[in-house]
Structures are given as C-alpha cells and as structure tokens.
C-alpha cells in the first residue's frame, strides 16, 4: 500500500518550512495559528493523518476604502507526501478584491477549493488575500493525500 511514509527531512525542507509559515507571524501583527508536522503514514482508512493540512488567518490591515484585509495559509505539513483536492469550509466567501481563482476558488456555499484542486507538495503554502467587512470561519473539510 503507497503511503504517506516518513522519509527523512533534511534541514533545507525544515527551514523552508519555517520561512514559509513566517509570513503569518508578522501579516499585520494578528493572530499566529501553530502547525505541526506530519510524518505519519496514512491512517487506517487509507486517507492523510488528521491535520495535515493547516489553515490560517490573520488580520493585514485595510485597503484604502477601509475594508478589512486578511491574509491566509495553507500548508501542506506532511513533509512525506502530496496532498490534493483540498476543500475548505468557507460559508458565502467573497471578496471586495480579486483572489486568484488558481489560488483559492469558491464552488458552492461552504465549499472553496485549493489550488485548483492540483497537488500541494511536502511543507509547501498556498496564500492569498481577501478583503470583506468580516473574517470568515475556514477550515479544511476534505482532502487526498499521498506519497511524494
């Protein structure tokens, strides 16, 4: 069975991890949500260890107009595997400001896809702005995993 296997991560994957979460430390002085790293095979089910893909949010500050701006990650923190087709929870998501439709796209109410859908490799982020009156609640509803 292909698996999310441990393969041993070197310190350059390590520290691209770090710097690629960095961003949200410093976006606008929000909120920092934690990831942890996964090295897990996959679970009894045949699907990625739970959490494996972390989502988070923090406040970038206003447009000009004042509109709230948020900044999101989503990373990928199996650093053994190629997560795809990830869905995120993310109510009637809009935005007052054009988000890549490649990055981060709204299918249905309370269904976005990631990337289009593509792979999402070991410790890699996907991030993108959006601006609206209010935040919106997201987190990851479905998502496939596997090896590298």
């Not at 709230?68 to 990830?86: E, F, K």
């Not at 054009?98 to 999402?120: E, H, M, N, T």
């Given at each position: 069975?292909?698996?999310?296997?441990?393969?041993?991560?070197?310190?350059?994957?390590?520290?691209?991890?770090?710097?690629?979460?960095?961003?949200?430390?410093?976006?606008?002085?929000?909120?920092?949500?934690?990831?942890?790293?996964?090295?897990?095979?996959?679970?009894?089910?045949?699907?990625?260890?739970?959490?494996?893909?972390?989502?988070?949010?923090?406040?970038?500050?206003?447009?000009?107009?004042?509109?709230?701006?948020?900044?999101?990650?989503?990373?990928?923190?199996?650093?053994?595997?190629?997560?795809?087709?990830?869905?995120?929870?993310?109510?009637?998501?809009?935005?007052?400001?054009?988000?890549?439709?490649?990055?981060?796209?709204?299918?249905?109410?309370?269904?976005?896809?990631?990337?289009?859908?593509?792979?999402?490799?070991?410790?890699?982020?996907?991030?993108?702005?959006?601006?609206?009156?209010?935040?919106?609640s997201?987190?990851?509803?479905s998502?496939?995993?596997?090896?590298?």
């Amino acid at each position: 069975m292909m698996g999310c296997r441990f393969k041993r991560a070197t310190a350059a994957t390590a520290i691209a991890l770090l710097l690629a979460l960095l961003p949200a430390c410093y976006a606008g002085g929000g909120g920092v949500a934690a990831a942890t790293v996964h090295a897990a095979a996959l679970d009894d089910d045949g699907g990625c260890p739970d959490g494996v893909v972390q989502v988070s949010q923090v406040n970038a500050g206003s447009l000009p107009s004042g509109i709230p701006s948020y900044s999101v990650t989503i990373t990928n923190t199996c650093l053994g595997c190629t997560v795809r087709d990830v869905h995120v929870s993310c109510g009637e998501f809009a935005s007052t400001e054009l988000v890549d439709p490649g990055s981060f796209q709204r299918l249905a109410y309370g269904d976005c896809l990631v990337k289009g859908g593509g792979p999402i490799g070991p410790g890699e982020t996907v991030s993108f702005e959006y601006s609206n009156s209010f935040i919106y609640s997201m987190g990851v509803v479905s998502v496939s995993c596997g090896d590298i």
